[in-house]
């Protein structure tokens, strides 16, 4: 069975999202090769279980150190757990089937498709990595350079899921979404304190 057939038969089951998702499938599936394949499900395995966390460990620990602080550790725990309690919960309520297997290239995901669990918690390791280092930067290029590639990598973690077929592009959209939010809750509780404790970092020059 071609991959169109496959996609018509799972639409016919009432599982599939809007046309317009179902079309940014077609158009993934259209434009693989094994290369290309191979280079993004590399990508990809960053923001899975085995080297998303350690990715997060790694990167709040080396702040804390740097810093001599427990509090990017703290950070770095709270919004992961947050991140992730999304991710289980989402998928326990919705329960939304991913795209046919036929479609999604190996290796294949078992799990319930919404929301992208890679794209939220890369989102939010992301974003916590690029905010603790903006509150030492003084400069305004490198603030802005921490930001798209925060923004970049968080991007690129979800058209990744939706390339490889193993989340539609609504899966990945509200992956966004909530992250954005969660992070911008942490975000706001961080600052809170700090104007309480007053406890402010120091920006550090590089020029």
């Known amino acids: 069975m071609g991959w169109r057939p496959a996609l018509a038969a799972h639409v016919g089951g ?8 179902r079309a940014v499938l077609e158009f993934a599936v259209a434009h693989r090769n094994p290369g290309l394949d191979d280079a993004v499900t590399t990508f990809t395995d960053l923001g899975g279980s085995t080297y998303s966390p ?6 709040a620990a080396a702040i ?13 725990a709270l919004a992961t757990l947050g991140s992730v309690l999304m991710t289980v919960v989402g998928k326990a309520v919705v329960g939304r089937v991913r795209p046919p297997a036929e479609l999604a290239v190996p290796p294949l995901e078992s799990s319930f498709s919404f929301p992208s669990g890679h794209t939220l918690n890369t ?7 690029a905010y603790l280092l903006i509150e030492r930067c003084s400069t305004r290029w490198m603030r802005l350079a921490l930001l798209v590639f925060a923004g970049g990598y968080a991007a690129a973690m979800g058209l990744s899921r939706v390339f490889l077929g193993h989340h539609w592009l609504t899966d990945v959209l509200v992956a966004w979404a909530l992250g954005l939010a969660w992070l911008a809750i942490v975000i706001t509780g961080h600052r809170v304190w700090l104007l309480r404790t007053g406890h402010h970092p120091k920006a550090v020059d590089a020029a």
């Open 14 to 21: 009432g599982q599939t999202p809007a046309a317009q998702v």
């Open 54 to 59: 350690v990715i997060a460990a790694v990167s």
């Open 123 to 129: 989102l939010v390791v992301a974003g916590v990595v």
């Open 64 to 76: 804390a150190v740097a810093w001599r602080r427990w509090t990017p550790l703290v950070l770095m």
